[in-house]
């Protein structure tokens, strides 16, 4: 759950399954040691600022339509919620089957064959866009927080990695959209989606080239990060693999 401490006319008792209650009538960020955005931070007990914890706890500071909000960190937890491992897998599996269709477009003759599977590709690109969005207000909104495993540098590259493969991936399939729309796709025969720049071969092969640039960015950070999980899992030997392992408790 996300906690709104920081607009002090908004009264209430908030708790959660991963934390302790604490009263947000009243508003003193004092209590917070590092008030950045996204930063892991400490919250002591405070009974000026109205808060009832009887300890510590970490928590993510997170600010959103001008107010600021607390979301907790789980000290015990070993894995994430079950929402954000299947939105994590999913992303993936997604993006890994995108890569496929889009290579594969092109071996299929000219024709209904053709434009089916180009027709997948465009299906897949906006089922993955949807479910991306649906992962990242997940996560900055109920998903369970983990503290940071590593040292203060690995931590900042693991944040510059994720941040990197969500932005990139919500940019390729808005280019894919793009890229569609400047060319008047045919959808599985049914309509066409209108171009805003019809007989523009150039604009659309000027597209693609972005599009499929960015899609082998987003394979490489995303070996990065898989590689980093497998140092982690069997060289460090932290557990962090552990954390979105899919199947079990």
């Known amino acids: 759950m996300v906690h709104r401490g920081c607009n002090a006319g908004r009264a209430g008792v908030f708790a959660g399954p991963d934390h302790e209650a604490f009263d947000a009538t009243t508003c003193n960020w004092s ?7 996204g930063q892991y931070c400490h919250l002591e007990q405070s009974t000026e600022t109205g808060y009832t914890v009887s300890r510590g706890v970490y928590v993510v500071v997170r600010q959103h339509s001008g107010g600021m909000f607390m979301q907790p960190v789980n000290p015990s937890a070993t894995r994430y919620d079950k929402i954000t491992i299947l939105f994590h897998w999913l992303v ?3 993006i890994a089957v995108q890569w496929i269709v889009a290579l594969s477009i092109d071996e299929f003759p000219k024709g ?3 434009i089916d599977a180009r027709s997948v590709h465009i299906t897949g690109g906006v089922i993955l866009g949807a479910v991306l969005v649906l992962h990242i207000l997940w996560r900055r909104s109920y998903g369970r927080q983990l503290r940071p495993v590593g040292t203060r540098l690995t931590i900042l590259l693991a944040s510059f990695v994720h941040g990197a493969l969500n932005a990139l991936t919500g940019v390729m399939v808005l280019l894919g959209l793009t890229l569609a729309s400047a060319r008047g796709d045919t959808w599985f025969n049914l309509f066409t989606i ?3 720049a019809p007989g523009n071969k150039a604009l659309a092969e000027q597209i693609a080239d972005v599009h ?4 082998i960015i987003i394979l490489a950070l995303a070996a990065l990060h898989a590689a980093a999980a497998l140092f982690h899992q069997f060289v460090w030997k932290d557990g962090v693999l552990e954390r979105m392992r899919l199947f079990g408790r």
């Open 31 to 37: 209590a917070i040691t590092g008030r950045r955005r």
């Open 92 to 94: 993936a599996l997604l």
């Open 112 to 114: 209904p064959l053709r």
């Open 194 to 196: 209108p171009s805003f």
């Open 212 to 215: 499929g640039t960015i899609g």
